[in-house]
């Protein structure tokens, strides 16, 4: 199908990743947003423990919500999602997140690196 042409889903048939996806706020929330609705299948990882431990809180939404958020007003088509939690200062969590996703999805195609660790150092200025 061209490109102009309505329904076009250039990412179909495409697995990503979106690690750091823990707020419906954040950035990558908006980034497996735009790869769902380009038709790809994502994989959205998070760490809601450490969330749970920053000022900012934890955004509650539990994952059925959150998964319905993001594909909330995407076209026919749009991808299919999953969710993992996983912390990636153990050494094994990223070979993990993406045995994951290439089990659920099939191999990934795309990584979107999204993910930090904020600390109380990181807020003094």
């Given at each position: 199908?061209?490109?102009?042409?309505?329904?076009?889903?250039?990412?179909?048939?495409?697995?990503?990743?979106?690690?750091?996806?823990?707020?419906?706020?954040?950035?990558?929330?908006?980034?497996?947003?735009?790869?769902?609705?380009?038709?790809?299948?994502?994989l959205?990882q998070?760490?809601?423990?450490?969330d749970?431990?920053?000022?900012?809180?934890?955004?509650?939404?539990?994952?059925?919500?959150?998964?319905?958020?993001?594909?909330?007003?995407?076209?026919?088509?749009?991808?299919?999602?999953?969710?993992?939690?996983?912390?990636?200062?153990?050494?094994?969590?990223?070979?993990?997140?993406?045995?994951?996703?290439?089990?659920?999805?099939?191999?990934?195609?795309?990584?979107?690196?999204?993910?930090?660790?904020?600390?109380?150092?990181?807020?003094?200025?």
């Amino acid at each position: 199908m061209p490109a102009e042409s309505p329904g076009y889903l250039p990412l179909a048939g495409r697995v990503a990743v979106v690690t750091g996806v823990s707020r419906r706020i954040g950035i990558g929330f908006a980034i497996a947003r735009r790869l769902l609705g380009e038709g790809a299948d994502v994989l959205i990882q998070g760490w809601p423990q450490h969330d749970r431990e920053q000022p900012w809180g934890l955004d509650e939404a539990d994952w059925a919500r959150l998964a319905a958020e993001l594909r909330e007003g995407l076209p026919a088509g749009a991808g299919r999602i999953e969710w993992l939690a996983a912390d990636f200062a153990e050494a094994t969590a990223a070979a993990a997140v993406i045995q994951a996703a290439a089990e659920r999805l099939g191999r990934p195609d795309i990584l979107i690196a999204n993910h930090a660790r904020s600390s109380a150092q990181d807020l003094v200025h």
